[in-house]
């Protein structure tokens, strides 16, 4: 009878751990065994990157550069999401996005992109490239969508990238369709 009740409380602390690890996730699980938590992530120039509230791990980061047809240029940091799961994630939760950063989406295909802001917590502009890094269509100033159903945003023709930046940097940049954008 001792062995059964062995057996069972081992059967229910296993449920346990692979439910808290579903629940808080491997980053939270493996933070609490080596001390390092996944907000202190560095990017490669060596700066701390501050993230959300949410503990969100930063992906990859590129330098990217926007050339306007009049010759001036702008620089920035981003992350980049090229698989479904980190496309999928974007920029939810983050609070804050500094200014000299943003998100490139990469997809697979060439396509219509559509974009929403649920559980996006700060506004945004979206600059839809087509296969060589040309802007082909903007959406200035996305607004947070506080409650569903979200409004849609999508490419006014079939891209490739999505360059996600802080809302108003497309106006204070002149950003218009035709610019280039390399990284």
Request: glycine share 2%; proline share 4%.
């Given at each position: 009878m001792a062995d059964?009740?062995?057996?069972?409380?081992?059967?229910?602390?296993f449920i346990l751990i692979v439910g808290l690890i579903l629940y808080f996730g491997y980053n939270f699980i493996s933070s609490m065994f080596t001390g390092k938590m996944a907000?202190?992530?560095?990017?490669?120039q060596g700066a701390q990157n501050s993230l959300d509230g949410d503990k969100q791990a930063m992906l990859p980061?590129?330098?990217?550069?926007i050339q306007l047809r009049g010759g001036r240029e702008y620089n920035f940091r981003v992350e980049i999401a090229s698989s479904?799961?980190?496309r999928e994630r974007g920029l939810m939760f983050r609070t804050n996005l500094p200014s000299n950063q943003g998100m490139l989406f990469i997809f697979d295909e060439i396509v219509i992109q559509r974009f929403w802001m649920k559980n996006t917590l700060i506004p945004l502009d979206m600059i839809f490239l087509d296969s060589a890094g040309k802007v082909v269509?903007?959406?200035?100033?996305?607004?947070?969508?506080?409650?569903e159903p979200c409004r849609v945003y999508s490419s006014?023709?079939?891209?490739?990238y999505v360059l996600?930046?802080?809302?108003?940097?497309?106006?204070?940049m002149k950003l218009k369709n035709g610019d280039e954008v390399s990284w």
């Open positions: 059964r009740i062995i057996q069972i409380v081992k059967f229910f602390v907000n202190t992530q560095q990017n490669s980061m590129k330098d990217l550069k479904d799961a980190d269509s903007l959406t200035k100033n996305a607004l947070p969508c506080a409650q006014k023709v079939p891209v490739r996600e930046l802080n809302a108003g940097l497309a106006n204070e």
